[in-house]
C-alpha cells in the first residue's frame, strides 16, 4: 500500500516502536501518527505524544483512513468528524487535517515542547509574533506550500481557534513558502 504525506496512521504492534520500548498495544491514541514524507516501500512517521519520528517499512503500519474506508469500525471510530464539532485533545489529528486542508507539498519540521524551547530564532524576540505564555505546551509544524489563498487562511484559523497560538509566513526556497504553526497541545 502507498502513503500519501499527511495520512494518520497506525503502528505495528511487533515493529520497531516496540524494539524501541513501546509497548504499541497500550499505547492508545498517542501511539498515532503522521507520515511526513512517503517513500516507495517506507513511509518517515511522526508520533507527536511520544515526540518520535521515524523511518518505518510500509508493513510496519495501517492507514487509519484508508482502513475505515474499507469498513473497519475501530478505524472509522478514530477518526474526528470535525466537521460536526469535534476538537479532538491530540495535536496528531490537527495535523492530518491541515495536511488535507492546505496544499502542502512538503512537511519541513515537526517539534514537541514549550514555546520557549522550541522557539528557535535568536535573532528574533518571540514577542514578535507571540504575547502569551513560554511555558505552553505546543507542536511546531512546518508545512511546505506552494500557494495560501486568503479564504484557505481563514478557514483554517477558523478550524484552529484558539488551538492555533501563532503563525508565521517564511520563505522556502523557489515556488513554496513554509507555513510555520505552533499549535496548542
Given at each position: 500500500m502507498a502513503f500519501e504525506l499527511g495520512a494518520l496512521v497506525v503502528p505495528a504492534s511487533n515493529g520497531t516502536l516496540r524494539s524501541?520500548?513501546?509497548?504499541?498495544?497500550?499505547?492508545?491514541?498517542?501511539?498515532?501518527?503522521?507520515?511526513?514524507?512517503?517513500?516507495?516501500?517506507?513511509?518517515?512517521?511522526?508520533?507527536?505524544e511520544l515526540n518520535v519520528t521515524l523511518w518505518?517499512?510500509?508493513?510496519?503500519?495501517?492507514?487509519v483512513e484508508a482502513e475505515a474506508s474499507a469498513g473497519n469500525t475501530e478505524y472509522a471510530a478514530l477518526i474526528p468528524n470535525f466537521e460536526a464539532g469535534d476538537r479532538p485533545g491530540e495535536v496528531v489529528f490537527w495535523m492530518a487535517k491541515l495536511c488535507?486542508?492546505?496544499?502542502?507539498?512538503f512537511v519541513l519540521g515537526v517539534e514537541s515542547?514549550?514555546?520557549?524551547?522550541?522557539?528557535?530564532?535568536?535573532?528574533?524576540?518571540?514577542?514578535?509574533?507571540y504575547k502569551g505564555a513560554v511555558d505552553v505546551s505546543?507542536?511546531?509544524?512546518?508545512?511546505?506550500?506552494?500557494?495560501?489563498?486568503?479564504?484557505?487562511?481563514?478557514q483554517l484559523e477558523d478550524l484552529m481557534g484558539d488551538r492555533l497560538l501563532f503563525s508565521r509566513?517564511?520563505?522556502?526556497?523557489?515556488?513554496?513558502?513554509?507555513l510555520a504553526l505552533y499549535i496548542r497541545r
Amino acid at each position: 500500500m502507498a502513503f500519501e504525506l499527511g495520512a494518520l496512521v497506525v503502528p505495528a504492534s511487533n515493529g520497531t516502536l516496540r524494539s524501541l520500548g513501546y509497548e504499541v498495544s497500550e499505547l492508545g491514541l498517542r501511539g498515532l501518527g503522521l507520515v511526513i514524507e512517503a517513500r516507495k516501500s517506507k513511509a518517515l512517521v511522526n508520533f507527536p505524544e511520544l515526540n518520535v519520528t521515524l523511518w518505518l517499512d510500509h508493513e510496519e503500519i495501517a492507514d487509519v483512513e484508508a482502513e475505515a474506508s474499507a469498513g473497519n469500525t475501530e478505524y472509522a471510530a478514530l477518526i474526528p468528524n470535525f466537521e460536526a464539532g469535534d476538537r479532538p485533545g491530540e495535536v496528531v489529528f490537527w495535523m492530518a487535517k491541515l495536511c488535507r486542508l492546505l496544499p502542502v507539498k512538503f512537511v519541513l519540521g515537526v517539534e514537541s515542547g514549550d514555546v520557549i524551547e522550541i522557539w528557535d530564532q535568536e535573532e528574533l524576540p518571540l514577542e514578535t509574533y507571540y504575547k502569551g505564555a513560554v511555558d505552553v505546551s505546543c507542536t511546531y509544524l512546518g508545512l511546505g506550500v506552494t500557494e495560501l489563498l486568503p479564504s484557505t487562511w481563514k478557514q483554517l484559523e477558523d478550524l484552529m481557534g484558539d488551538r492555533l497560538l501563532f503563525s508565521r509566513f517564511l520563505p522556502s526556497g523557489m515556488h513554496k513558502l513554509e507555513l510555520a504553526l505552533y499549535i496548542r497541545r
